[in-house]
T-cell receptor, first 112, second 112 residues
């Protein structure tokens, strides 16, 4: 069964540093998403991406965040200057039709 | 505002007992409802969506628009059902990239 792959599985970074979280969506999918889950809290939508542009973003997705699809396979989330409160599990998801999502296994980001 | 409520953080049952994981939603339009499951240290997996009216691993869920509920049920719990269960709502205003709004999740613990 095709999977969404996320790397790394765990990243530790110092406050103020830039991080890039990487995702390889399922190859024929067209819709891409990032969600995050702060420990003990609900899964929250960050951004959706379609046709090489952001289609929707949440209030969380401020100027510190950006997404990119640099080539035909990767989908990245960049946080420019990390804050302690950015520590969370970040999930990438993709969808062929927008109806059902396939999630990746997540990247645990720890900001120290 | 759109909201998904899962009132129970933890539901503990014995093997063979019936299970009902509660989910209520608040949405003015016609939502799409989903149940996702997350086994220990694994990715979010789609369990059910209301439009397909299917039964997966013995679980069923019926959308009750009058009560704005989408409770997940299984007549006989198995130990391998122990996991975190998330109810999610997808806004349905015509955009394919509509985001998912998650509940806070219910941890199902099935005791032997």
């Amino acid at each position: 069964e095709p999977e969404v792959t996320q790397t790394p599985s765990h990243q530790v970074t110092q406050m103020g540093q830039e991080v890039i979280l990487r995702c390889v969506p399922i190859s024929n999918h067209l819709y891409f998403y990032w969600y995050r889950q702060i420990l003990g809290q609900k899964v929250e939508f960050l951004v959706s991406f379609y046709n090489n542009e952001i289609s929707e973003k949440s209030e969380i997705f401020d100027d510190q965040f950006s997404v990119e699809r640099p080539d035909g396979s990767n989908f990245t989330l960049k946080i420019r200057s990390t804050k302690l409160e950015d520590s969370a599990m970040y999930f990438c998801a993709s969808s062929a039709t927008g109806l059902g999502y396939t999630f990746g296994s997540g990247t645990r980001l720890t900001v120290v | 505002a759109q909201r998904v409520t899962q009132p129970e953080k933890l539901l503990s049952v014995f093997k063979g007992a019936p299970v009902e994981l509660k989910c209520n939603y608040s949405y003015s339009g016609s939502p799409e409802l989903f149940w996702y499951v997350q086994y220990s240290r694994q990715r979010l997996q789609l369990l059910l969506r209301h439009i397909s009216r299917e039964s997966i691993k013995g679980f069923t869920a019926d959308l009750n628009k009058g009560e704005t509920s989408f409770h997940l049920k299984k007549p006989f719990a198995q130990e391998e059902d122990s996991a975190m269960y998330y109810c999610a709502l997808k806004e349905n205003y015509g955009g394919a990239t509509n985001k998912l709004i998650f509940g806070t999740g219910t941890l199902l613990a099935v005791q032997p």
